[in-house]
C-alpha cells in the first residue's frame, strides 16, 4: 500500500476516537480479515469418511455437522464427488471428506466415484471406515480394509445402522475385519456418535500431515437458473457433450438440481442445472414446490450464477426477480441471453430496449449472447465467469478505499439537510464474497448518495459481475 494510503488511513482512525463508538464498531475496526480455514500452527487435519455404497456416509457426515449438508437418498450412489466441510468437536476443529462408494467392480462413472474416495484416502490423516453392521462385511469390504492397510492411516472402524441394542452382536462381529475396535453408531438418531467422534479425536494430529484441503478450493461451483423452459438443462447437455439431464418442450422437466463437472476453458467448473423459478413460489405445490426450495438451497451453494433468459421473448418480471434472487443471494452474476440463433435484427433491437428499461440496476452483470442448442459463443461462458468470480473475491486495502472516498467526497459532498452536512469519516471492507463495505459517518447518508458512492467504487476498483454491500453506521460526536 502506498505510504499515503497508509497515513490517511491512521489519521482518520485517530480521528474515530472524537465519536461513540460501541464495542462491535471497536471489533470490526480492529478485525482483519482473515480466512479461518486454517489453524495458526498450519492446515487443519483431515478426516475421510470411505466405505461402500449405501452404508450411510453422507447421514453420518450430517449427523456430524449437526445440519443436512450432505445429500441423503435410500438409494446406493447418490454421493458422486468427494466433498470438504468444516467440521469440529469437543473444541477441535478438522475438515471432514464425504466421498462416494467404493466398489471392486465399479465401471463407468461408479469407476470415477471409487477413484474419489481412494484420493480422499491418500489426503486423510484419520479414516473413518463405515460398515453396514446389520449387512455385516462383505466382499468390497474386506478389499477396503486391504486399501485402508496400504495407506498406513490410522483408521476408525464405524459399524453403523446399530439403532438398539439388539444389533450390538452384530457390531461386535466386525472385530475380524481386523481394524481393531468397531464403534457402535446410528447415524440416523445419533446414538454413539459421540464416542465414535472421541477415538477419531485421540488419533487425529494437531496440523494436517498432507498440506489439509482448501474448503474454498477445487472447481467453481456455477448454477444455472432461470424461470422454466429457458434452456438451462440443454444448456448444461451442450456443456458437458452428453445428454446429463431430460430435455423436453414442457416447461418444468428439471426438478431436482442436478451437477456436473465440465472442463471448460482449462479449467474444471462444476454447474448445476435446477428447477425453474416459478412465478409464485407459496402457489406451487407438491413436486415443483420443493424443487424451488432445492433451487434456492443450490443457489446459497453456488459461487456464481448463471441467469439464462429466453432472447426470442420480451424480458418477463419472472427474469427480473431471478436475478433479484441471485443478488440478494449474495452471489457473483453473469446474464445469458439465450436462443441467439432464433433472433433477428428486429428483435434485437427491441431486447437491447428492454435491457436498458428493465435490467437498468445491473449494469455491472456480463453479458453473453449464445445458443444452448447450437454453441454459438458458449467459449465467451468462461471470461465472464472469471471476471465476475475476480470481483466477488476482492479486497480493497483500507487505506487506498479512504484515500479515494476522501477525493469522492471532497469533490461531491453529501447535501445539507437541515442544516447540518453529514459526511463520511472511515470507511473499511468487513468482507468479501460478495464484496460488504461500512461507512461510519457523522449523520444520516440518504440513499441516492449510497448509491453514488457504490458507482464510484465499481468505477474505481472494478467489481464487473458482483453485487457490493455498502451499509452505514452513523455515530455522534462523544461530548466533552
Same mark, same amino acid.
Given at each position: 500500500m502506498p505510504a499515503e494510503g497508509i497515513e490517511v488511513e491512521r489519521a482518520l482512525r485517530a480521528g474515530l476516537e472524537d465519536f461513540d463508538l460501541t464495542d462491535e464498531d471497536r471489533a470490526l475496526l480492529a478485525g482483519e480479515y482473515v480466512p479461518d480455514a486454517e489453524s495458526d500452527a498450519g492446515p487443519l487435519p483431515v478426516v475421510?469418511?470411505?466405505?461402500?455404497?449405501?452404508?450411510?456416509?453422507s447421514t453420518l457426515v450430517n449427523r456430524i455437522l449437526g445440519r443436512r449438508e450432505?445429500?441423503?437418498?435410500?438409494?446406493?450412489?447418490?454421493?458422486?464427488?468427494?466433498?470438504? +466441510?468444516?467440521?469440529d468437536w469437543a473444541g477441535r476443529r478438522f475438515t471432514l471428506l464425504d466421498t462416494g462408494g467404493w466398489a471392486v467392480d465399479a465401471s463407468g462413472i461408479h469407476l470415477r466415484v471409487a477413484e474419489q474416495a481412494e484420493v480422499a484416502i491418500e489426503m486423510a490423516d484419520v479414516v473413518m471406515f463405515v460398515v453396514d453392521a446389520v449387512v455385516g462385511a462383505t466382499g468390497d469390504d474386506e478389499a477396503v480394509v486391504r486399501l485402508l492397510r496400504r495407506s498406513g492411516k490410522p483408521v476408525v472402524l464405524v459399524a453403523n445402522k446399530v439403532d438398539d441394542q439388539r444389533f450390538e452382536a452384530d457390531a461386535a462381529a466386525l472385530w475380524n475385519l481386523g481394524l481393531g475396535q468397531p464403534w457402535p453408531v446410528s447415524a440416523l438418531h445419533g446414538r454413539g456418535s459421540g464416542d465414535m467422534l472421541d477415538a477419531v479425536l485421540e488419533v487425529l494430529p494437531e496440523v494436517a500431515a498432507h498440506g489439509g484441503v482448501d474448503l474454498e478450493g477445487g472447481p467453481r461451483r456455477v448454477a444455472l437458473i432461470? !424461470?422454466?423452459?429457458?434452456?438451462?438443462s440443454s444448456l448444461l447437455n451442450k456443456l458437458a457433450g452428453e445428454n446429463r439431464v431430460v430435455v423436453d418442450e414442457v416447461a418444468g422437466t &428439471? !426438478?431436482?438440481p442436478v451437477d456436473e463437472l465440465i472442463e471448460l476453458g482449462g479449467r474444471t467448473w462444476r454447474f448445476v442445472d435446477t428447477a425453474g423459478i416459478r412465478r409464485r413460489v407459496?402457489?406451487?405445490?407438491?413436486?415443483?414446490? +420443493?424443487?424451488?426450495?432445492?433451487?434456492? &438451497?443450490?443457489?446459497?451453494?453456488?459461487?456464481?450464477?448463471?441467469?439464462?433468459?429466453?432472447?426470442?421473448?420480451?424480458?418477463?418480471?419472472?427474469?427480473?426477480?431471478?436475478?433479484?434472487?441471485?443478488?440478494?443471494?449474495?452471489?457473483?452474476?453473469?446474464?445469458? +441471453?439465450?436462443?441467439?440463433d432464433t433472433t433477428d435484427e428486429e428483435r434485437r433491437h427491441y431486447l437491447e430496449r428492454e435491457i436498458d428499461r428493465e435490467l437498468v440496476q445491473i449494469p455491472w452483470a456480463p453479458r453473453v449472447n449464445l445458443s444452448a442448442r447450437t454453441g454459438r459463443h458458449l467459449e465467451k461462458l468462461v471470461p465472464a465467469l472469471e471476471r465476475a468470480l475476480e470481483s466477488w473475491d476482492t479486497?480493497?486495502?483500507?487505506?487506498r478505499l479512504n484515500a479515494f472516498l476522501g477525493e469522492v467526497v471532497a469533490a461531491h459532498p453529501h447535501p445539507v439537510r437541515g442544516g447540518k452536512q453529514p459526511r463520511i469519516l472511515f470507511a473499511t471492507q468487513v468482507s468479501t464474497r460478495p464484496p460488504r463495505f461500512v461507512l461510519f459517518a457523522s449523520g444520516f447518508i440518504e440513499a441516492g448518495y449510497r448509491r453514488f458512492v457504490e458507482r464510484r467504487l465499481r468505477e474505481e476498483f472494478g467489481?464487473?459481475?458482483?453485487?457490493?454491500?455498502?451499509?452505514?453506521?452513523? !455515530?455522534?460526536? !462523544?461530548?466533552?
Open positions: 475421510a469418511v470411505v466405505g461402500r455404497p449405501n452404508v450411510g456416509k450432505a445429500v441423503v437418498e435410500d438409494v446406493p450412489g447418490v454421493t458422486r464427488d468427494r466433498v470438504a +466441510y468444516a467440521a432461470g !424461470r422454466p423452459n429457458v434452456g438451462k &428439471t !426438478r431436482d407459496h402457489q406451487t405445490r407438491g413436486a415443483d414446490f +420443493y424443487a424451488s426450495l432445492r433451487t434456492q &438451497t443450490a443457489l446459497e451453494k453456488a459461487e456464481v450464477a448463471v441467469v439464462l433468459i429466453d432472447a426470442g421473448e420480451p424480458i418477463a418480471e419472472q427474469d427480473i426477480r431471478v436475478v433479484q434472487q441471485v443478488i440478494d443471494a449474495g452471489r457473483a452474476l453473469v446474464i445469458g +441471453y439465450n436462443k441467439w479486497r480493497v486495502q483500507t487505506g467489481f464487473e459481475g458482483t453485487p457490493i454491500e455498502v451499509s452505514v453506521r452513523v !455515530r455522534e460526536k !462523544r461530548r466533552r
